[in-house]
């Protein structure tokens, strides 16, 4: 027999946590940051502490009560026998949205992560690239020991980094293995140091179901779907969308799950018609629109989109080329088009520009050691865009704002090509961003702010990563299964008005097959 229990991302929008277990033993799919129930509790400046390793986590209910996280951190006041401890063969993430992967640094490092090479690629290079913190540490972490108390946990400053293994959708390339053996930094004289861990073809993977990996669009590379054969054939979509550049191989991920017994399927956009992942039909929408307020323009263009959106940098790219200007990108951007790059040997970082940041680059070592490295010539300062905004875009978004503090554009464009506002803290967001906006005479587009100061959107400028209910109901009605389970959807009374088999649980909800 075959169970699934949804351990989280049943009731809302990401999440996912999704066990499918047989014969005792079983997998992940996905285990991702719950930002919804985070933010019950937590804000920026509020956050689960480090130091007390997963104990904030499993006292707020943030992850789920099983025994199967690093020992290095469960404090001495954290008793995690009494709680039920699965065999877990290894995590199938679909994605390196930190929804779907944001909690596997919790997990114990014996068990390893099944993704494409893009997917890792990416996980590791936020790694490099960012800040740390035990349950976004997905790749590496750095173990961690108790005070004499055992209440506190922290960081082990003389062990090295240790990797979780992995096993790579598609055999990994040695540009991908290079990449990942490696930590910036770590050859410094008292660098704290790092052991490598195995990436092997999925074929080398010892699991408990027959599992195939398929490509799928979303609005980030390597996205990946999988059908998963055993007692039951059970397929998982992860995020998808049909209207993208590879929404052919989606369908051949569908295709191929025909007649599944189980279908395991997100449902972002199931609870409405439009919402905030923007209403544009494809990305050649939003390069229609972006290219009509990008011509013409006296001053500097601003481009706000997400960081991991490397499709939406393309496009970008493109209007950059067409418009005689040239892309200019964060040094953490450049580094994550190089972690690509080394996953599958395409080179997306030649093209464009570098801002160089007024900071501490010895103290970046991805940024000294490998962006500098690769692309040290490509940097353009603060100056430079003051002097000549008409030829350049920069990609920023709203945490980059202060950068305008240096540059001092007068005047320009700013387009945002993002998802809209769906919290009243995303909204405070917005109204500040209007204000950075108004401060340097920028004109918006994508955005304004409307009646009650709140932030009115222009789906135009974005298209969104998840399938519309026309696609949804299609790609349903082609796989057939016997069983529905929504996840990643506010949408249920969608599915079961919909089709039939649909099964609806809540967090934590065990499904027999």
Known sequence: MTTITVHDGAQ???????????????????????????????????????????????????????????????PSDLDMK???????????????????????????????????????????????????????????????LPDDSGFMLNSDRKSPHICRESYCTTAPCDGLVGFLSRRPGQDGKNAKKYEPAACLPLDNAALPFRVTAYYVDHSIFGATAYILEGDATVA?????????????????????????????????????????????????????????????????IIADFSPRNFERLETFLRIAGETGRTLVVTAKDLYLLHALECADGVCRSSPVAVYTELTDRAKRKWESEVVVGCAGSQYVSHETLRADPESYIVCFSFYDMKNLLDIRPAGGVYIYSSCEAFSEEMEIDFRR?????????LEVRGFSIGEGSKPVFDSRYHASGHASREDLARV???????IIVPVHTTGHAWFAENFDGVRIVQDGGRIDV
């Open 236 to 300: 998982y979509t992860g995020d998808f969308r049909l209207h993208g550049r590879l929404g052919e191989q989606t369908m051949d991920f569908f295709h191929r799950a025909k007649d599944a017994s189980v279908l395991v399927t997100e449902g972002t956009r199931a609870g409405r018609d439009t919402g905030p992942e923007g209403t544009a039909s494809s990305e050649k929408t939003v390069y229609e629109t972006c290219r009509a307020a990008s011509d013409d323009v006296a001053g500097l």
């Open 82 to 144: 009494v709680f039920s401890r699965p065999e877990i063969a290894a995590v199938l993430l679909s994605h390196a949205h930190v929804d779907h992967s944001g909690n596997i640094g919790l997990l114990d490092m014996s068990i390893p992560i099944v993704a494409s090479p893009l997917s890792l690629a990416i996980l590791k290079g936020i790694q490099d690239s960012g800040m740390s913190a035990v349950d976004s540490d997905a790749y590496y972490t750095s173990p961690r």
């Open 476 to 482: 349903i009605d082609l796989v057939d299964p016997d």
């Open 12 to 74: 809302g929008i990401g999440g996912n946590k999704i066990l499918l277990e047989e014969h005792g033993k079983g997998v992940f799919l996905d285990f991702g940051k719950n930002f919804g129930k985070y933010g019950i509790y937590y804000e920026e400046f509020l956050k689960n502490r480090d130091t007390r390793g997963i104990h904030d986590l499993v006292q707020l209910d943030l992850v789920p009560k099983l025994d199967i996280y690093r020992p290095d951190l469960v």
């Open 433 to 441: 961003l209007w204000q950075w906006t108004d401060r340097f005479n």
